[in-house]
Structures are given as C-alpha cells and as structure tokens.
C-alpha cells in the first residue's frame, strides 16, 4: 500500500493520550467482564476510532481553502496577491455569466488553475517579501564606513565587504522576482479579458484552448519562479 500517512493520523495512532484511552478502556473491560478478549477487542475499537477520527479531521483541514491575505505584506507584493485575487474573482464573475454546456465545463477547469496561480501567486509575494526584509536588514551605511575605515585584508574589512556582495544579490533576486510578477500580472488581465470575451460565447473551440494553453504557461511559470526562490531560500 503507497498510500501517505498523514502526519496527524500517524500522531494520533501513537499519541499518549491514544495509547492512554485504549489501556484504560481494556483495563476497565477486563475488570468489569473478566475477559481478556473482551478487553483487547474494545482497546483495539478504541484506538481504531480515535485514528478515523483524526483521518476525518485532516481531510477536512486538508479541504479548506488556503488563507490568503495581501495586507499581511507590503507594497509592491501586496499589489501582486490583490491584483491576482481581484482577477480571480473577475473570472468567477464571467463563469456565472456563462450558460450550461462544454464551454461553462472548460471555464471551469481553467478557473482550477487560476485558483492555483493565486495560490502560487501568494507564495512567490512571500518570498519577495522575505529578499526585502533580508536586504534591508543589512545596514550599507554602517558597511560603507567600515570598508572606508579599514584596510583590504583586514577581517573587518572583508565582512563587511561580504555582507554588501549579499545586500547586492538580494536587492538583484528581489529586482528579478519584482519585474517576472509584473508581467505574469500582466498576462492575468489578459487573460480575465478574454475569459470575459468567451463567456458570452465570442469565439469557438479553438479560442477557449488557446485560453487554456495560455493559462497552463501562466501557471508553470509561476511554478518555475515559486521553485527557483525555494532553492535560493534553501542556499541562503
């Protein structure tokens, strides 16, 4: 069986508390009937509802919609993560305009995958925000005086030189990171647009996969951008 244990359920099976109620309730078995297999049949009942009792409480933890909340970041990432829920639910706006049929089905396939771009969207501004705070935590002026004070070769002077090489591929990763959301923001309206457009029924087959298409090359991108900062985060 390849299937994963979830980590609560794993935790649940081995709990004190779990192995504690199924000790108990045979303990209590065993006094009140006298029977030992009475009493490993009900420790097993209970340690078989308290491990299904907590498979349902993780899908249904694993099912709620992720919070998102662009105020819990600053500008220009907040702009990002709102312009991307504002698109999302201008794109949910068009599908309920839409009549029942294959069109509305696709729309709503492609609808799954700009929820995942907003999702993809949330942890890139994430991590933009984390190359901002990195880079303003180090302080240029105080490094600046040291380099000024301190010859080359002196220890001091090399951290400090160091420490602005880092300040220099922060402020570049964030400047990259910045400048590829611009224009994935970009294609995203572009995208609502022409979702709008095909919702009232402007255009065929062909035009709602060229949509598609167009979204799926959104998403890997976001994709491509949300892993490579993983692996710089990883590094640093």
Do not use: Y
């Amino acid at each position: 069986m390849s299937r994963r244990l979830e980590p609560t359920v794993f935790l649940a099976m081995i709990s004190p508390i779990t192995v504690g109620l199924v000790v108990g309730v045979a303990a209590l078995t065993l006094i009140v009937s006298g029977s030992w297999i009475a009493a490993v049949a009900m420790g097993l009942g209970v340690w078989f509802g308290r491990v299904a009792l907590s498979r349902a409480i993780a899908k249904r933890v694993s099912g709620l919609e992720r919070r998102i909340d662009p105020f819990a970041l600053r500008e220009p990432w907040r702009f990002f993560v709102r312009d991307a829920l504002s698109a999302r639910q201008r794109f949910a706006d068009a599908l309920h305009d839409a009549e029942d049929g294959p069109l509305r089905t696709r729309l709503v396939e492609i609808e799954a995958q700009l929820t995942h771009a907003v999702e993809v969207t949330w942890d890139v501004a994430l991590r933009g925000q984390q190359l901002t705070d990195a880079r303003r935590r180090i302080d240029l002026v105080a490094l600046e005086r040291t380099l000024g004070s301190s010859p080359e070769g002196d220890p001091r002077h090399t951290a400090a030189q160091a420490q602005k090489d880092s300040h220099a591929r922060l402020a570049q990763r964030e400047d990259d990171t910045r400048e590829r959301l611009e224009i994935l923001d970009a294609r995203m309206g572009e995208t609502i647009t022409r979702a709008g457009e095909l919702a009232t029924r402007t255009g065929g087959a062909i035009a709602i996969e060229e949509l598609a298409g167009q979204v799926d090359g959104m998403v890997s991108e976001l994709d491509s951008l949300r892993i490579a900062l993983d692996e710089v985060g990883n590094d640093t």
